[in-house]
């Protein structure tokens, strides 16, 4: 069965940076949309940032726009977030999703909506210290 597993989340300081890596497996990677969401004790989980299955297209979260760039490496079936300037208010569970798309050439706001993803990974933890 098709498996994503995220890595690189752990504790930083605020101003600091981190690089988050999902792992796909046992898809067709190139067909999929691939995004990013998180999710902070007690709230719903929120769209961060997604990538056309070529790269060519991204889309960014208000929030996020400017500090963090989502990137994927179609050999490898991996896609990443490098985020910086972390602030405490980035402190999430942050899951990787996929979402079968072949041929989108460009990113729309139906990237944004956790229910059109298939697959999901089980999340890494990141934490923001003030």
């Known amino acids: 069965q098709v498996q994503l597993v995220e890595s690189g989340g752990g504790l930083v300081q605020a101003g600091g940076s981190l690089r988050l890596s999902c792992a796909a497996s046992?898809?067709?990677?190139?067909?999929?949309?691939m995004a990013w969401f998180r999710q902070a004790p007690g709230n719903e989980r929120e769209f961060v940032a997604a990538?056309?299955?070529?790269?060519?297209?991204?889309y960014y979260a208000d929030s996020v726009k400017g500090r963090f760039t989502i990137s994927r490496d179609n050999p490898n079936y991996t896609v990443h977030l490098q985020m910086i300037s972390l602030k405490p208010e980035d402190t999430a569970v942050y899951y990787c999703?996929?979402?079968?798309?072949?041929?989108?050439?460009?990113?729309?706001?139906?990237?944004?909506?956790?229910?059109?993803?298939?697959?999901w990974g089980q999340g890494t933890q990141v934490t923001v210290s003030s």
């Open positions: 990538i056309s299955w070529s790269g060519s297209s991204t």
């Open positions: 999703a996929a979402d079968l798309q072949p041929g989108v050439q460009k990113i729309s706001g139906r990237a944004t909506l956790s229910y059109e993803y298939e697959y």
């Open positions: 046992r898809l067709t990677f190139s067909l999929y949309t």
